[in-house]
């Protein structure tokens, strides 16, 4: 990157309140097998307002945090973070329509008109 771009917008680091907030009121588990389990909060429990309390600004971003759990040993394993993914997702207007209208005959020609 030269110092002339943009930077990349940033995603808040994962904190402990987050990896709380998963082990306490985690609803999705799936079970990985080996004694280990995947504990993640759905979009539909983060919406509620004890979620909003708890964690105010971050409470969208605890959705991207999974949480491997050890049954056995009751210990973390693992914390993943899915917020690039989500990032790199188009929003759904995007998908909606096409910014800027081209020549159908000529795919190297320039836009022709901004278009809404």
């Given at each position: 990157?030269?110092?002339?771009?943009?930077p990349a917008w940033t995603i808040a680091p994962v904190n402990a309140a987050m990896i709380s907030a998963v082990l306490d009121f985690a609803d999705i588990h799936r079970d990985l097998g080996g004694g280990r389990s995947?504990?993640?909060i759905s979009h539909e429990r983060?919406?509620?307002a004890d979620m909003f309390l708890l964690l105010g600004r971050d409470v969208e971003r605890v959705t991207d945090i999974g949480l491997v759990w050890n049954d056995r040993?009751?210990?973390i394993v693992r914390v993943t973070d899915d917020a690039e993914l989500r990032e790199s997702r188009f929003m759904p207007w995007e998908d909606a329509f096409e910014l800027f209208e081209t020549e159908e005959t000529d795919e190297r020609?320039?836009?022709l008109r901004l278009c809404a």
């Open positions: 990157m030269t110092r002339f771009a943009c995947l504990r993640r983060a919406a509620k040993e009751d210990q020609a320039e836009p």
